[in-house]
């Protein structure tokens, strides 16, 4: 499906997706350090850091959670739209506004799933870093508000196309 709204995203948007790209790159970084690091304390001094998985897994975490969002919004999650691309222009639009519906409704309510797990996860702390858990589960409604913003903004772009278009 093509995506006529692309490269038109509000600023808050963009400032936003910015945020996350440049999250995803300064953890990125931290992971690989602390990574690098764990094999020279390991092999090279014989002394691992206890907490070094522990951080590298919360990283990849954050990763992963932002790194959704942003592919979306650049349009490179996999899809088959094999049988998309045979039906006429009008329902190859209904079927991309109904996918980003879906897609905003899933997010939204993963958002509000997730609110009772990280006040849950409160007062629990990690074994080896003594961080709250719900800084890494924090991950899950800030990715999917995230999701739920490129939707509901390509989901306005594409019936503002379509209405002028009609008129």
């Known amino acids: 499906m093509q995506h006529p709204d692309k ?3 509000s600023k ?3 400032m936003l997706l910015g945020v996350a790209k440049l999250s ?3 953890i990125s970084i931290v992971m690989i350090v602390v990574t690098l690091a764990q094999v020279v304390f390991r092999y090279v001094i014989a002394a691992p850091l206890p907490w070094s998985e522990e951080l590298a897994r919360y990283c990849f975490v954050w990763i992963v ?3 959704g969002a942003v592919g979306l919004s650049r349009g490179i999650h996999l899809g088959v739209d094999l ?3 045979l039906l006429p222009e009008r329902f190859r639009i209904g079927i991309e506004i109904l ?3 879906l897609i905003a409704c899933f997010a939204a309510a993963v958002v509000l799933a997730s609110y009772p797990v990280i006040n849950m ?3 629990q702390r990690s074994p080896a870093l003594g961080v709250q858990m719900s800084w890494i589960y924090i991950a899950i ?3 999917m508000g995230l999701i739920f913003l490129i939707c509901l903004e390509r989901t306005i772009a594409i019936l503002r196309g379509r209405g002028g278009q009609e008129e």
Do not use: C, Y
């Open 141 to 143: 409604p800030i990715s």
């Open 12 to 14: 808050i948007l963009l």
């Open 99 to 101: 996918s980003h519906v």
């Open 83 to 85: 049988f998309v691309n």
């Open 65 to 67: 959670f932002l790194g």
């Open 24 to 26: 995803i790159v300064a």
């Open 7 to 9: 490269g038109r995203n």
């Open 121 to 123: 996860n409160m007062l």
